[in-house]
């Protein structure tokens, strides 16, 4: 069962430059993980600080892996040390109705 996480993150834009170069290894490792589909980002029309990623995955478990992964941990520990708090996650299970 295909699931999505998303993943929410606040920063001011003087912290783009520091950020990006890490979010795009962190994409960029989330590509090469076993049961990784897709992902998409997104920023609040209302609040251009807010960026929301949605990415889609064979099975929860096969993010879980990748999150638990060394160099994941050291590139979320970077980014939440730039953002100055963490980044929140949520995986979210299809329903049939």
Known sequence: ??????S?????????????????????SAEQQDGFISRSTYSNMNDPGEYIVISEWKTADNWTKWMQKEEVQKLQWEIDSILGERTFFDVYIPEDF
């Open 8 to 28: 929410r993150r606040l920063f001011r834009i003087s912290q783009k430059e520091k950020l990006v170069p890490l979010l795009q290894s962190l994409r960029k």
């Open 1 to 6: 069962m295909h699931v999505k996480v998303i």
